[in-house]
């Protein structure tokens, strides 16, 4: 029997795999070199995403309005429902450009080591907005069942967002000093 290349997470390379993957913590390391940062400056997906990006909180923001309405007076669930197919919909959009943008600066589609935890969130927010969209299709859900979806999906948008958020201007902080 010969030894296997294949480590898992749980192996010590493994790990190691994982902690190359992802790079060192950004105090230790500034988010771009400067090739990348002029990549990123000279990209039209740099504008797509700082269009797309508070668009899709606008529409979070309604959205959300919307869901809560709903929830609480037990009316309006129908244009809350649409509501949150145009909220997954920008969130389509965002990743897509944003899997574009990633490749042109870092070049790789996603979990770049840069934006690697953010990348790896963002799944997760993809999979319930996803779900809602199946529940919904699928009327696997009641009203308040699908409404409940949307706020977990919305809460893991938000603290998906505060990620990014906190990640560019920690960039930014770093820059400037």
Same mark, same amino acid.
């Given at each position: ?63 959300? +309005?919307?869901? $809560? ?7 309006? /669930?129908? !244009? #809350?429902?649409?509501?949150? &197919?145009?909220? *997954? ?48 299709? +699928?009327?696997? $859900? ?7 979806? /949307?706020? !977990? #999906?919305?809460?893991?948008? &938000?603290?998906? *967002? ?16």
């Amino acid at each position: 029997m010969g030894s296997t290349t294949t480590t898992s997470l749980g192996s010590a390379g493994g790990l190691a795999a994982l902690k190359a993957r992802t790079g060192s913590p950004p105090a230790c390391r500034p988010l771009y070199t400067a090739e990348q940062r002029r990549r990123r400056d000279a990209s039209v997906w740099t504008l797509v995403q700082g269009i797309l990006a508070p668009l899709q909180f606008l529409v979070f923001l309604v959205s959300l +309005g919307l869901v $809560l309405h709903a929830l609480v007076t037990g009316r309006g /669930a129908q !244009a #809350a429902n649409v509501s949150v &197919l145009v909220k *997954a919909a920008m969130l389509c959009a965002i990743m897509v450009t944003g899997a574009i943008w990633e490749h042109r600066v870092f070049g790789c589609y996603l979990l770049a080591p840069a934006f690697f935890w953010e990348d790896v969130a963002s799944f997760g927010v993809i999979a319930l907005h996803a779900a809602y969209v199946v529940a919904l299709f +699928g009327s696997w $859900l009641d009203e308040t069942g699908m409404l409940l979806l /949307a706020l !977990a #999906a919305y809460a893991a948008y &938000l603290g998906n *967002a505060l990620q990014f958020l906190l990640k560019l201007r920690s960039a930014r902080l770093a820059a400037s000093a």
